[in-house]
């Protein structure tokens, strides 16, 4: 009840402005659904190392990708017309991801989970996208995606167990290493089944809301 509230005043704050990004304008009726790419900036950790790959399987697939990197000069309005207007996100997890509650209910939203932040994800985007009413897809790397493996042997407990390894210690030492020095990846072949899903989803949504 309480995120649909501040939903509600999302939608209060900066949906009657009408305004639509500066990065494009309101989808027409016959165009494709429309892609939220969350891109990261290179050297703060979370990186899709094969991004440029990731978002041509997108596009191959049907979707019109937008890709997507927070910035000082972007206000939240601008933010919001093209998230709103949108019908799909994809992500890294981290704290860009804020952005999905400014997709509309019944839209879908795919996060990608790196090793060792199961529950954080969850905590933070998976959960408040459904209580939203969001399509929540998670794509949850696999060990082989996760640059953690040129630094650790795949039987160290970092790659093997990480929430034992964690234990109820989410210590700045074990943050870095999840969350600063872990990159990412992406198994395309893999990848591009997920990102069909989320295609499905946005492509029934666009055709009843527009």
């Keep these: 009840h309480t995120l649909l509230h ?3 005043l999302l939608d209060k704050a900066f949906g009657h402005h009408g305004q639509y990004s500066i990065f494009n304008p309101p989808p027409k009726s ?3 659904p429309r892609l939220v790419f969350m891109s990261r900036s290179k050297g703060i950790g979370r990186e899709i ?3 440029d790959e990731a978002v041509k399987v997108a596009k191959e697939i049907g979707f019109d990708v937008i890709l997507f990197e927070p910035t000082g000069k972007i206000s939240l309005q601008q933010a ?3 998230i709103n207007s949108s019908h799909a996100m994809v992500g890294m997890h981290g704290a860009a991801l804020t952005h999905s509650l400014f997709l509309r209910p019944g839209s879908a939203f795919m996060q990608v989970m790196p090793l060792g932040i199961d529950w954080v994800g969850k905590m ?3 959960e408040p996208a459904r209580a939203i009413g969001i399509q929540y897809i998670e794509y949850k790397i696999k060990v082989e995606e996760s640059s953690l493996v040129e630094k650790y042997d795949k039987n160290d407990m970092v ?3 990480p929430a034992s390894f964690q234990g ?3 210590s700045s030492d074990v943050m870095k290493i999840y969350l600063k020095e872990q990159n990412v990846k992406l ?3 893999r990848f591009r089944d997920y990102l069909m899903e989320t295609y499905s989803k946005a492509k029934t949504f666009m055709e009843k809301m527009g």
Aim: proline letters at 4%; one cysteine or more.
């Design 124 to 126: 933070c985007f998976g």
């Design 159 to 161: 790659i093997k167990d």
């Design 168 to 170: 109820r210690n989410w």
């Design 30 to 32: 016959d165009s494709p």
């Design 80 to 82: 919001y017309g093209l």
């Design 6 to 8: 501040f939903r509600g």
């Design 187 to 189: 198994d395309l072949v």
């Design 49 to 51: 190392l094969n991004q």
